[in-house]
């Protein structure tokens, strides 16, 4: 099912099916801060408590990709101190994760515009996606000063650079394999923590046909009955990817 790899708008997942790949804005952590009467910093302290604790979730449930909205390009309109120390933050959990990363087999990328972090924090990123990169049990890919615009048209610009004599057109396959996440399947389940129903700009192009998962806990909450939960959730739905039911009954077309 070649396909299926490239694209999960094409292959049909079974009803029941753990998703393949859960992409997670991870939000809400100011708020658990505040009510707490702590800084907005604390929350984002205890935010990779739960990455820790999902990542392990996921290695335990099959799922084989996970990616986590760490910062979007908008996120620079923060306070600069607030800024500052979620960059140190991401500088100091690359640096104390990689190697347990590494020991369970974990690849781990980042994916995003690297271009406005400081040297060293992308040396890190490096050296720690070189270390991981032939790692199999789960992909883990955060995404770091990431938007889903600027993933199109990065890959828009990177593929025009290819072939600038094409002039028949270009396909969407062309595009998608400049795309961040080309060689990853779309997500099959996207969950949002902290209550918001929006994309904020993540993977728009990828998130076509996910399936959308809100819940109001809060990321520093949201333990393992809460992932359950949106597992759970998952597994009842019925995705058609534009066909009817009946098309889906057992030994029914299953690709295009
Ligand atoms: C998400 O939590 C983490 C990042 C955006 C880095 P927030 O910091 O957005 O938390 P709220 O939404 O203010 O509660
Ligand atoms: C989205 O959260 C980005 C991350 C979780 C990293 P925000 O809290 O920044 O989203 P908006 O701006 O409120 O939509
Ligand atoms: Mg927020």
């Known amino acids: 099912m070649l396909s299926r790899l490239i694209s999960s708008t094409r292959g049909i997942p079974e009803r029941g099916d753990v998703p393949e790949h859960i992409a997670i804005v991870m939000d809400g952590n100011g708020r658990?801060?505040?009510?707490?009467?702590?800084?907005?910093?604390?929350?984002?302290?205890?935010?990779?408590?739960?990455?820790?604790?999902?990542?392990?979730?996921?290695?335990?449930?099959?799922?084989?990709?996970?990616?986590?909205?760490?910062?979007?390009?908008?996120?620079?309109?923060?306070?600069?101190?607030?800024?500052?120390?979620?960059?140190?933050?991401?500088?100091?959990?690359?640096?104390?994760?990689?190697?347990?990363?590494?020991?369970?087999?974990?690849?781990?990328?980042?994916?995003?515009?690297?271009?406005?972090?400081?040297?060293?924090?992308?040396?890190?990123?490096?050296?720690?996606?070189?270390?991981?990169?032939?790692?199999?049990?789960?992909?883990?890919?955060?995404?770091?000063?990431?938007?889903?615009?600027?993933?199109?048209?990065?890959?828009?610009?990177?593929?025009?650079?290819?072939?600038?004599?094409?002039?028949?057109?270009?396909t969407e396959d062309d595009l998608s394999r400049h795309l961040c996440l080309a060689d990853v399947p779309e997500p099959d389940l996207y969950i949002r923590t902290g209550g918001e129903q929006r994309v904020s700009n993540f993977l728009l192009w990828q998130l076509a046909y996910t399936e959308f998962y809100f819940t109001d806990c809060l990321w520093p909450d949201f333990d393992e009955e809460a992932f359950a939960k949106a597992i759970e959730s998952y597994r009842k739905r019925e995705r058609r990817f534009g066909r009817t039911s009946e098309q889906l009954a057992p030994g029914s077309i299953k690709q295009d």
């Not at 990709?65 to 620079?76: K, V």
């Not at 924090?121 to 600027?150: H, K, P, Q």
């Open 32 to 170: 658990w801060a505040r009510k707490r009467l702590l800084p907005r910093v604390a929350g984002h302290k205890r935010g990779l408590e739960t990455v820790r604790k999902v990542v392990a979730r996921c290695m335990e449930q099959g799922v084989r990709h996970l990616t986590l909205f760490a910062f979007s390009s908008e996120n620079w309109r923060r306070p600069a101190d607030e800024v500052s120390f979620l960059m140190q933050l991401f500088m100091q959990a690359l640096r104390e994760e990689v190697k347990k990363l590494h020991k369970n087999n974990i690849r781990l990328r980042v994916i995003g515009d690297m271009s406005r972090f400081d040297a060293e924090l992308v040396e890190t990123i490096r050296e720690a996606e070189a270390l991981t990169a032939g790692n199999d049990a789960l992909c883990l890919s955060i995404a770091a000063n990431y938007g889903g615009r600027w993933d199109i048209v990065n890959a828009v610009n990177v593929m025009l650079r290819s072939q600038p004599d094409k002039r028949d057109g270009f």
